[in-house]
């Protein structure tokens, strides 16, 4: 089945415990993304990624870092978790990057960071 | 810079009957592409509608169906005979370049029976 995982699904944590969370394809997209969703802004882009080793900051990166070492996983970091993290995060993919093609989307990962 | 803006926070409406969800959206560029997407209470994130921005003609997909009105930048969900599995949260989006796509603040829609 053609998806995108994310894990884990739920995270409680604490301010400081650095903590990743994964997020895989198996559809062989070139594109991938993070977004975080919070209650009256939607969701925003955190990073993105146009290929493999080719990443780049979305509308609130700072306190995330991203990697692409290999086509079908984009992790997302957070060194220093703090409480303003806490937040629903959601990965997405696409077949390419451009305007044209449909995103699909994780189930997301439910952060809090107390 | 490219905005999307949902007005409505929440919207109710009646099993059977329709109901309209308003965005509206800013840009400078030419190409593009919008869309709705539906968050029921799983979180997941499912692709309602599509319309490219070079189609005049409004994009459709059984009960859903768009009124894309480009001099105006608005882009709104009109759902035909409502049912209980529509209740979500429904996310206008615009997708602008390779990288940029932005979402509205969305709108809660509950189904009522």
């Known amino acids: 089945e053609a998806q995108v995982t994310q894990n884990p699904r739920y995270l409680i944590t604490v301010t400081g415990k650095k903590l990743t969370v994964t997020c895989s394809q198996n559809m062989n997209h070139e594109y991938m993304s993070w977004y975080r969703q919070d209650p009256g802004l939607g969701l925003r882009q955190i990073y993105y990624s146009m290929n493999v080793e080719v990443t780049d900051k979305g509308d609130v990166p700072e306190g995330y870092k991203v990697s692409r070492k290999e086509k079908r996983n984009f992790p997302l970091i957070l060194e220093s978790p703090s409480p303003n993290q806490t937040s629903l995060y959601f990965c997405?993919?696409?077949?390419?990057?451009?305007?044209?093609?449909?995103?699909?989307f994780g189930p997301g990962t439910r952060l809090t960071v107390l | 810079a490219q905005t999307v803006t949902q007005s409505q926070p929440e919207m109710s409406v009646q099993e059977a009957e329709t109901v309209t969800l308003s965005c509206t959206y800013d840009?400078?560029?030419?190409?593009?592409?919008l869309f709705w997407y539906k968050q029921p209470p799983s979180r997941q994130m499912i692709l309602v509608i599509r319309?490219?921005?070079?189609?005049?003609q409004n994009a459709t997909e059984n009960r859903f169906s768009v009124n894309f009105q480009k001099a105006a930048k608005s882009f709104s969900l009109k759902i035909s005979d409502s049912q209980l599995g529509d209740t979500a949260m429904y996310f206008c989006?615009?997708?602008?370049?390779?990288?940029?796509?932005?979402f509205g603040a969305g709108t809660r829609l509950t189904v009522k029976p």
């Open positions: 997405a993919s696409s077949l390419v990057a451009g305007v044209y093609n449909e995103q699909f």
């Open positions: 989006a615009g997708s602008y370049n390779n990288n940029d796509m932005r």
């Open positions: 319309q490219e921005a070079y189609k005049q």
């Open positions: 840009t400078s560029e030419s190409n593009y592409y």
